[in-house]
């Protein structure tokens, strides 16, 4: 890859509860290249969410510390940079895109209201300039009758409508890598596809990186180039998004793959993946998914596979990645 | 009429996927006052309001006479044409003394409302929003002033002092009350903070402090309104009762505690003595409840149905 615009390396994330200790993201890297979109993919606790947040450096600590890991950024690194200096970053050189766009916009203020105030602060525009430019960036993002839905309350949009005037804040400030957390997941199924669209049109017209996080596997095969799949914290698969698909190299991904419900397969009951999601405060020695993987043996159970390359530009933290079945 | 139907049905349409243009050119502040402008209690408040602030203003407006020419000869006329309201005890026109009473009232409510706001909103928001030793502090302050009943302090300040001025009373009854407002405000910015569009303008790279101003406290201020409005009838009747009391406004200033006070040892033979000053407190007490109210459903945006 050439010159990456996003490198993660060894990131770490622990909170410190009453009842113990938990790594929520233990170990997590990836480089992400320009205009690339990486899915990060995984259920639940899965640290996917964490992860994005630690990059932003919006976790609230205590009880979350990151711990450990660098997150560079062009040329600079952002987990040692000064508070004044990463909020310059935020919004300018990251952006953050959240999964209910009606808890992410202000109530009390109206949509333009939130642009313009966005826009006069960070470019320093008038109040004509930053309305013109707010009314732009409604219609870039596909709004129809921007004039009227810049007078509109939050509560006055539709779901769509909203997450899209959140994606125009999000891209306000031409950020170099947008860190997407489920955009589409409040929305109803027909929205998803149109917002997932607009989100797939502004990275090939800008070349903005986009880090997508999903639990929805068809989501990020439709949109990204590459597949992370995360479990308990860690990255236990990375790959081209076509190849993870059809010939994964972990189980836990094979597993993910396989309690997709196929229109062409009548079955009485889909294959889920058995066992229940860690308990992140007790995580099994060895590998965390050996108690619900059907390939776990001695060795699963007592060591913590290393993540290696298993193939061009493939990873996998698996003792086994040959004999993953789809 | 049949052709006609299929329009209609197609404006219906319409309107449905088109944001209500009456609402979307509305701000949040012509949101409310729509809606109270439809509200009788509103009106009522206002009305009552824009009377006693005339009195306390301009009282000459309201036909009095002067509220020192006191001809002891004229003492204890009941209620006639002359004499409106009759005259007390010493024989000043009574309807002209409860009119000017209302300045004192609407001062101390006035003080007590600003000065208890900024204690309230300053230390609140700091105390919720960066919370630890900020909080603790804070909060401890409050704990001990909330633990003297507010009435019981006062008394206790004001005797000390030997009673005071309008502005005086004011500040005591707002150094004793504040605590109330203050756990109120504080509570309020830790619900706030921890909304998701705090967290969304914290990835936009909003500091604190813009944060806490353009988004917490606009989203908490609703409550904090409503409130001032109940501390300013609260004021009134504790202003009224310390002097009543005989630890607020003393002789020859004009209130309504201090004619209360008179009108108690001769009830109830002289009853139009306490009957008049009474009324004209519970209506001031009662406008500005009913204003809170009033305020307080105009306010509340997010009650709105999700349309």
């Given at each position: 890859m050439t010159d990456p615009v996003l490198e993660v390396e060894d990131l770490q994330v622990e909170f410190r509860t009453e009842e113990g200790v938990v790594k929520a993201v233990d170990g997590v890297g990836y480089a992400l290249g320009k205009g690339e979109v990486l899915a990060v993919l995984g259920e639940s606790g899965s640290g996917k969410t964490v992860h994005a947040r630690a990059m932003m450096r919006i976790l609230d600590s205590p009880p979350a510390f990151i711990t450990n890991g660098t997150v560079r950024l062009g040329d600079m690194e952002l987990l040692t940079l000064d508070e004044d200096d990463m909020r310059e970053v935020r919004g300018s050189r990251v952006a953050m895109l959240f999964q209910d766009p009606h808890t992410a916009l202000?109530?009390?203020?109206?949509v333009g209201d939130q642009l313009m105030e966005l826009l006069r602060e960070?470019?320093?525009?008038?109040r004509g300039q930053a309305r013109e430019e707010s009314l732009a960036l409604l219609e870039r993002v596909g709004i129809p009758d921007a004039r009227d839905r810049l007078n509109a309350f939050p509560h006055q949009l539709s779901g769509g409508i909203a997450q899209r005037v959140m994606v125009a804040m999000a891209v306000a400030l031409e950020p170099e890598v947008l860190l997407a957390?489920?955009?589409?997941?409040?929305?109803d199924v027909t929205v998803q596809a149109q917002v997932l669209d607009l989100l797939g049109s502004l990275v090939a017209e800008t070349q903005m990186s986009m880090v997508l996080i999903t639990h929805n596997l068809a989501v990020a095969v439709g949109l990204a180039k590459r597949i992370a799949v995360m479990y308990a914290g860690r990255i236990v698969e990375l790959g081209p998004a076509r190849d993870v698909y059809t010939t994964p190299k972990h189980p836990y991904s094979a597993g993910l793959l396989r309690s997709i419900p196929d229109i062409q397969v009548r079955e009485e009951r889909l294959p889920g993946i058995t066992?229940?999601?860690?308990n992140l405060l007790k995580l099994p020695t060895g590998c965390a998914f050996s108690p619900r993987c059907p390939l776990a043996d001695d060795r699963c159970r007592a060591e913590v596979p290393a993540y290696v390359?298993?193939?061009?530009?493939r990873w996998s933290a698996c003792f086994h990645p040959e004999e993953v079945q789809r | 009429m049949s052709s006609k139907r299929p329009t209609s049905f197609m404006e219906g349409v319409s309107e449905i996927n088109d944001t209500p243009s009456e609402a979307a050119a509305a701000t949040l502040w012509s949101d409310v006052w729509r809606k109270m402008r439809r509200d009788k209690r509103f009106w009522v408040a206002a009305a009552l309001i824009t009377m006693f602030a005339l009195m306390a203003i301009a009282p000459f407006l309201f036909f009095t006479k002067d509220p020192q020419a006191c001809p002891i000869a004229d003492f204890a006329q009941r209620p006639s044409r002359e004499h409106w309201f009759g005259t007390d005890i010493l024989g000043c026109d009574y309807y002209t003394r409860v009119v000017y009473g209302a300045r004192t009232s609407f001062k101390v409510g006035l003080v007590v409302a600003s000065v208890t706001i900024a204690i309230a909103l300053t230390l609140g928001a700091s105390a919720g929003y960066y919370g630890r030793k900020t909080d603790m502090i804070a909060s401890r302050f409050a704990d001990i002033l909330f633990s003297v009943p507010t009435l019981l302090g006062a008394i206790l300040v004001l005797t000390l002092f030997h009673g005071g001025g309008a502005l005086i009373i004011g500040l005591v009854i707002a150094f004793f009350g504040w605590p109330d407002m203050f756990r109120l405000v504080r509570s309020t910015v830790i619900g706030g903070k921890t909304r998701g569009y705090v967290r969304a303008a914290r990835t936009m790279g909003s500091s604190g402090r813009t944060i806490l101003r353009r988004h917490v406290l606009p989203n908490g201020i609703a409550p904090v309104l409503v409130f001032a409005a109940y501390v300013i009838g609260g004021a009134v009747g504790a202003e009224a009762g310390l002097t009543f009391l005989g630890v607020g406004l003393q002789l020859p200033s004009i209130s309504w505690g201090l004619q209360l006070a008179v009108a108690d040892t001769r009830f109830p033979e002289l009853a139009y003595l306490m009957i008049y000053p009474s009324l004209f407190l519970c209506l001031m007490i009662g406008a500005f409840i009913l204003l809170g109210e009033s305020l307080r459903d105009a306010l509340d945006v997010k009650l709105e149905p999700n349309d």
């Open positions: 202000d109530p009390v203020f109206t960070r470019r320093k525009m008038s957390d489920e955009p589409t997941s409040s929305l066992g229940s999601p860690p390359e298993v193939g061009t530009d | -």
